[in-house]
Each structure stands twice: as C-alpha cells, then as structure tokens.
Nanobody, 122 residues
Framework: QVQLVESGGGLVQPGGSRGLSCAAS????????MGWYRQAPGKERELVAV???????NYADSVQGRFTISTNNARNTVYLQMNSLKPEDTAVYYC????????????????WGQGTQVTVSS
C-alpha cells in the first residue's frame, strides 16, 4: 500500500502565498508522476499541476504563472507553491501519485491524499 500525506492548507488573504507539500510512503517501487488536483464546492475535481519523473510539468491555465510544482524525488515528496492567490483558488487540494508498487512492478496505479483545505478570503 501507498500513503500520501498532505500538509500546508489554511486561510490566506487574496494576493497572498501558500505552500503545500505531500509525502508518499509505503511499498513504492517507482513514482511516475505526482500532481495536485482541487475540488471547490459544487464543482468537479480538476487538475492543478502535475510533474513527471523526468521533471516535465503541466499546469491548468487558471494557475499558470502563479503556481509552481516541484519534487524531491529522493524523499518522494511533491510541493505546490501558490502565489497571487485569488478567492477562486479556494478548494480542497488533493495530492495524487502514479505509483508502481513493489507488489506490482508493471502497472502504475493512482493514489490520493486525504485533501487539505485552502481558503482564500479577506
């Protein structure tokens, strides 16, 4: 099994910054990609940013230029630095990892964190 533990959520004023982190642990052979998704009340979960094992990144248009995703591969950790936050960034942020486990080296499975609330409000 693989566990993802997120941290860093909270209340932020508009225009402010916040950093999220997510650490993966467990029966990990290789993490192919890690990313962040978010879900606002009444909306579907959406991709925020993703980073592959090779370091390629992809961002949602709504956060491009304001958010930065990075990893510490040695620690199986992914970070999301959020700057110039807007009220519409308010959501529960979920960490995702595409993992090949020691029990199944051939197939990558999706694992999710429990979510962390980010609220942007004055």
């Amino acid at each position: 099994q693989v566990q993802l533990v997120e941290s860093g959520g909270g209340l932020v004023q508009p225009g402010g910054s916040r950093g999220l982190s997510c650490a993966a642990s467990g029966s990990i052979f290789r993490i192919n990609a890690m990313g962040w998704y978010r879900q606002a009340p009444g909306k579907e979960r959406e991709l925020v940013a993703v980073i592959t094992l090779g370091g390629s990144t992809n961002y949602a248009d709504s956060v491009q230029g304001r958010f930065t995703i990075s990893t510490n591969n040695a620690r199986n950790t992914v970070y999301l630095q959020m700057n110039s936050l807007k009220p519409e960034d308010t959501a529960v942020y979920y960490c995702n990892a595409k993992v090949r486990t020691l029990e199944n080296l051939q197939t990558s499975y999706d694992y999710w964190g429990q979510g962390t609330q980010v609220t942007v409000s004055s």
